[in-house]
């Protein structure tokens, strides 16, 4: 099913490029809700929906980054519910 979507997502660029091409790239068309748009603003409009699925899992990374690092530093493995070994062990080591 997303070798459809994909095939068709293509398609879709194809097309609007090679009306780029033609020199329609301005020429106005309306969606089916009556939205004024052109070829041009169409492949910006699917090139910044593909750059923003495409760093998602970066922004991700990025949210999730302090709650690992307060998970590492100060304990509680989520998961179990048991405290970190290894924060333990840090705890003991500087006197804790």
Partial sequence: MIAWGVV?????VLVLYQRVEAGA??????????????P???L????LLTLA???LPLVLWWDGREERD?????????RQGKPN???QKDRTRRGH
Avoid at 70 to 78: I, M, P
């Fill in 8 to 12: 068709s997502a293509v398609g879709v």
């Fill in 25 to 38: 790239g301005t020429a106005h068309y309306f969606t089916v809700d009556g939205i004024r748009t052109t």
């Fill in 40 to 42: 041009i603003s169409s």
């Fill in 44 to 47: 910006v409009t699917l090139g």
């Fill in 53 to 55: 699925w495409l760093l």
């Fill in 70 to 78: 307060l998970l590492r530093k100060y304990g509680a493995d989520r």
């Fill in 85 to 87: 070994r290894r924060a």
